[in-house]
């Protein structure tokens, strides 16, 4: 019996070493950007997904904070928007990514929802579930654990030599225009794969919207820069966030092709490189 005990002692050790482990690595990478928050300084701010993360901090320079997180939706993005009201920012304007694919029905399950949690106020169950039994005991988050394994596996191939070269260090600009074309018109099939739009992002954009009204912000909609081969690929396709925004009388920043004769912008059919970014600041908020 003694021994019984001994082997579970042994392994709640051995758990919550490697979930110390877990915590250090989700900090540094699966939380990144979540634990920051904006200077009250900032009046104006961008809300984005993948597609504002070039931007980086070069916005700052002229006085807006990038608000933008990888797989933010408009339900992470609200959750934003709160904050900034509840906690007495200076709001004046907003620029909110308006991309065609962003009212896509596959955004509902793409989110931030356990990490974007840390901006809300109201405090409940899933708080406390998101918040700090997710945070503090990442092994059993399966997004975390899913990027620890691509991270662990990465570097075994790197000790023993094996790392794919072709796979993460392709630049888009260097790529022949038929490989262009095969990853443009991916992409548009992954962020296109239904005729209907979601409902329930729309409902959270409407709520945006009716926030930035009743609190006397000014939002303004912005379609991101994106490559010529995805552009042909694109056509007329679109899901009516920008449409929804003009609805209500907003405004809507269109840049989508502004970029369109320059591939050396682009990290690949729908993102701008860090290059790309510091130059889309400009042609943005230079006035």
């Given at each position: 019996?003694?021994?019984?005990?001994?082997?579970?002692?042994?392994?709640?050790?051995?758990?919550?070493?490697?979930?110390?482990?877990?915590?250090?690595?989700?900090?540094?990478?699966?939380?990144?950007?979540?634990?920051?928050?904006?200077?009250?300084?900032?009046?104006?701010?961008?809300?984005?997904?993948?597609?504002?993360?070039?931007?980086?901090?070069?916005?700052?320079?002229?006085?807006?904070?990038?608000?933008?997180?990888?797989?933010?939706?408009?339900?992470?993005?609200?959750?934003?928007?709160?904050?900034?009201?509840?906690?007495?920012?200076?709001?004046?304007?907003?620029?909110?990514?308006?991309?065609?694919?962003?009212?896509?029905?596959?955004?509902?399950?793409?989110?931030?929802?356990?990490?974007?949690?840390?901006?809300?106020?109201?405090?409940?169950?899933?708080?406390?579930?998101?918040?700090?039994?997710?945070?503090?005991?990442?092994?059993?988050?399966?997004?975390?654990?899913?990027?620890?394994?691509?991270?662990?596996e990465d570097k075994v191939k790197i000790i023993f030599?094996?790392?794919?070269?072709?796979?993460?260090?392709?630049?888009?600009?260097?790529?022949?225009?038929?490989?262009?074309?095969?990853?443009?018109?991916?992409?548009?099939?992954?962020?296109?794969?239904?005729?209907?739009?979601?409902?329930?992002?729309?409902?959270?954009?409407?709520?945006?919207?009716?926030?930035?009204?009743?609190?006397?912000?000014?939002?303004?909609?912005?379609?991101?820069?994106?490559?010529?081969?995805?552009?042909?690929?694109?056509?007329?396709?679109?899901?009516?966030?920008?449409?929804?925004?003009?609805?209500?009388?907003?405004?809507?920043?269109?840049?989508?092709?502004?970029?369109?004769?320059?591939?050396?912008?682009?990290?690949?059919?729908?993102?701008?490189?860090?290059?790309?970014?510091?130059?889309?600041?400009?042609?943005?908020?230079?006035?």
């Open positions: 019996m003694k021994k019984f005990f001994l082997n579970i002692f042994y392994f709640v050790i051995i758990v919550l070493l490697f979930n110390i482990v877990v915590f250090v690595f989700s900090n540094d990478n699966y939380y990144k950007g979540y634990n920051e928050f904006p200077s009250k300084d900032f009046h104006s701010f961008i809300l984005a997904d993948s597609h504002g993360m070039p931007l980086d901090k070069f916005s700052e320079k002229f006085n807006v904070y990038n608000f933008s997180s990888n797989s933010d939706s408009y339900a992470d993005m609200k959750r934003k928007v709160s904050y900034l009201i509840e906690n007495e920012y200076a709001v004046k304007t907003i620029y909110i990514t308006a991309d065609d694919h962003t009212l896509s029905p596959y955004r509902d399950g793409i989110n931030n929802m356990d990490k974007s949690i840390i901006y809300t106020s109201k405090i409940d169950f899933n708080y406390i579930k998101e918040k700090y039994l997710k945070y503090y005991f990442p092994i059993f988050q399966l997004k975390v654990n899913g990027l620890f394994r691509i991270y662990l030599n094996q790392q794919d070269k072709t796979t993460n260090n392709t630049i888009w600009s260097e790529l022949p225009e038929k490989e262009k074309g095969k990853r443009a018109e991916d992409r548009v099939l992954g962020q296109f794969p239904a005729k209907n739009k979601s409902k329930e992002l729309e409902k959270t954009l409407r709520e945006i919207i009716n926030l930035c009204q009743k609190n006397h912000i000014e939002l303004i909609g912005l379609k991101f820069p994106v490559s010529r081969s995805y552009l042909e690929r694109l056509d007329s396709k679109n899901y009516g966030a920008d449409k929804l925004l003009i609805s209500k009388g907003l405004k809507i920043i269109d840049h989508k092709s502004v970029f369109e004769d320059n591939d050396g912008y682009f990290r690949d059919q729908d993102h701008l490189n860090s290059e790309g970014g510091k130059e889309f600041v400009k042609v943005l908020l230079t006035k």
